[in-house]
Nanobody, 119 residues
């Protein structure tokens, strides 16, 4: 059974930092492309950052230069270091893992972790 679990969310002041973690079990994590998405109230879920199985990272324009995505395949874990946080970064952050294998698409989501940026 596959489990994808996020942690590290919380309340932080503007300009502060948080690090999110996402740990997966039940899959060969190193073979998956993984990413962070977020959804603010009343808005659609959007891609924040992604990192391929080969380590190539991609960021939304709104977080470039402030967020850093990384992965540790030995720990089946992905991270999102968030610096210089802004109130508009407030959202539920979700971890996602995807793979296409034998022409089948596998897509797993975590339950989300709340990030609130407020003074």
């Amino acid at each position: 059974q596959v489990h994808v679990v996020e942690s590290g969310g919380g309340l932080v002041q503007p300009g502060g930092s948080l690090e999110l973690s996402c740990t997966a079990s039940g899959i060969s994590f190193s073979r998956y492309d993984v990413g962070w998405y977020r959804q603010a109230p009343g808005k659609q879920r959007e891609l924040v950052a992604s990192i391929t199985k080969t380590g190539s990272a991609n960021y939304a324009d709104s977080v470039k230069g402030r967020f850093t995505i990384s992965r540790d395949n030995a720990k089946n874990t992905m991270y999102l270091q968030m610096d210089s946080l802004k109130p508009e970064d407030t959202a539920v952050y979700y971890c996602n893992a995807v793979i296409v294998e034998l022409a089948k698409y596998y897509n797993y989501w975590g339950q989300g972790t709340q990030v609130t940026v407020s003074s």
